[in-house]
């Protein structure tokens, strides 16, 4: 099985960047479907990008495309999520997840691997 960690999360001001890593271990990366959740207080968690095994394909909640972009590097085992121009609503947790199912996978259920989560802040 696989082991994730995140990191890069912090406290930034609205319209800045962030890079998040998530470190993986025990398995590669590419042999799963990997994606970025988040969670903020009092709500429900949330999908917010994903990449399919093959690396080919990545898709994106409405909320956050053409401001995120979610990558791998297979050379490092780590998965990444570039965080562009971030507004005081993307204040949250963000999980790091891995499947192993195919496919577009949207849903928390579809992924058996998580991490413990980075905390992203964006003041106003």
């Known amino acids: 099985q696989v082991q994730l960690v995140e990191s890069g999360g912090g406290l930034v001001q609205a319209g800045d960047s962030l890079r998040l890593s998530c470190a993986a271990s025990g398995r590669t990366v590419s042999t799963y479907s990997m994606g970025w959740f988040r969670q903020a207080p009092g709500k429900e968690r949330e999908f917010v990008a994903g990449?399919?095994?093959?690396?080919?394909?990545?898709y994106y909640a409405d909320s956050v495309k053409g401001r995120f972009t979610i990558s791998r590097d297979n050379a490092k085992n780590t998965v990444y999520l570039q965080m562009n121009s971030l507004k005081p609503e993307d204040t949250a947790v963000y999980y790091c997840?891995?499947?192993?199912?195919?496919?577009?996978?949207?849903?928390?259920?579809?992924?058996?691997?998580w991490g413990q989560g980075t905390q992203v802040t964006v003041s106003s």
């Open positions: 990449m399919t095994r093959s690396g080919g394909t990545t």
């Open positions: 997840a891995a499947g192993s199912g195919f496919g577009l996978l949207r849903t928390g259920r579809d992924y058996g691997y």
